[in-house]
């Protein structure tokens, strides 16, 4: 697993990335997913050719026994970068072309494809999939979005926006004004 990832997930989690906030995050399933996708990952591309059967097969046993004990799929097909977070579990699938870094899933969350579809999702970096949303087939989504809860993404989102609703309505992020001083 990249220490990326971890980090990432304990700065979410406990506000900063100790090495004890990190130990910490091994005891949750959605970190035991990301490390076996992240196996994955790295026994499709080991060489020579015996060792890197030998390491897919036991990826293969450790992807099945880690879908059935937290309910995760995370292909190893998917490309995600650095920063993954699975937060929660349960009920989550990823499938999808490339996912750029700092990409963050809550439980019940689908992203795969449509039958006859040409190509998986792309997902672009610093993205949040909450709770319960469905990506599904031949989109693209855009840097810095955020698709809300139970959302069903059929269409391209562009970068800096939120998408809510079923089907998805596409709307600017938002950016923070800072308040003024009163004085």
Do not use: H
Not at 121 to 135: F, R
Not at 136 to 152: C, F, K, P, Q, W
């Amino acid at each position: 697993m990249k220490n990326n990832d971890l980090s990432r997930k304990a700065t979410f989690l406990y506000g900063k990335s100790t090495l004890g906030n990190k130990l910490a995050l091994l005891t949750q399933r959605g970190t035991w997913a990301v490390l076996v996708y992240r196996f994955g990952r790295f026994a499709g591309n080991v060489s020579p050719r015996p060792l890197g059967l030998l390491l897919k097969v036991m990826y293969f046993g450790l992807f099945y026994i880690t879908q059935m004990l937290t309910g995760i799929s995370i292909q190893a097909y998917a490309n995600i970068g650095k920063g993954m977070v699975v937060m929660n579990f349960s009920g989550i699938f990823v499938l999808a072309e490339k996912i750029g870094d700092n990409f963050t899933v809550y439980e019940g969350v689908t992203v795969g494809n449509i039958r006859g579809a040409p190509r998986l999702a792309i997902i672009g970096d610093n993205v949040t999939l909450e709770p319960g949303c469905k990506i599904l087939g031949d989109v693209t989504i855009g840097n810095n979005v955020i698709v809300r809860a139970n959302s069903l993404v059929l269409t391209d989102i562009p970068d800096n926006s939120i998408a809510m609703g079923n089907p998805a309505r596409i709307k600017p992020l938002e950016t923070v004004q800072p308040a003024e001083k009163q004085g």
